[in-house]
């Protein structure tokens, strides 16, 4: 059974950092294309980030420069690296196979 969970979201001020986990489990994380997406409030699921089975990395424009994805296959989970967030970063982060995902994790950036 495939099964994704994330963790690490929270309240962050501007211009802070937040690492978001995605936990996999029932399928080798490493050898498939995962993405991050993202819904804010009132607002359509956006897609933030992408990591080929091979290690090619891709993103939106609006995080391009402040956000990284990676994955540690031994762990068998996907990362997000958020830096320099903005408020408009406010929204349920996803981890995504395929159109398959966990439950999210918020994240909420305000002073």
């Known amino acids: 059974e495939v099964q994704l969970v994330e963790s690490g979201g929270g309240l962050v001020q501007p211009g802070g950092s937040l690492r978001l986990s995605c936990a996999a489990s029932g399928f080798p994380l490493g050898i498939y294309a995962m993405s991050w997406v993202r819904q804010a409030p009132g607002k359509g699921l956006e897609w933030v980030s992408r990591?080929?089975?091979?290690?090619?990395?891709s993103y939106a424009d609006s995080v391009k420069g402040r956000f990284i994805i990676s994955r540690d296959n031994v762990k068998n989970t996907l990362y997000l690296q958020m830096n320099s967030l903005k408020p408009e970063d406010t929204a349920v982060y996803y981890c995504?196979?395929?159109?398959?995902r966990g439950q999210g994790t918020q994240v909420t950036v305000s002073s």
């Open positions: 990591i080929s089975g091979g290690g090619s990395t």
């Open positions: 995504d196979r395929n159109g398959e």
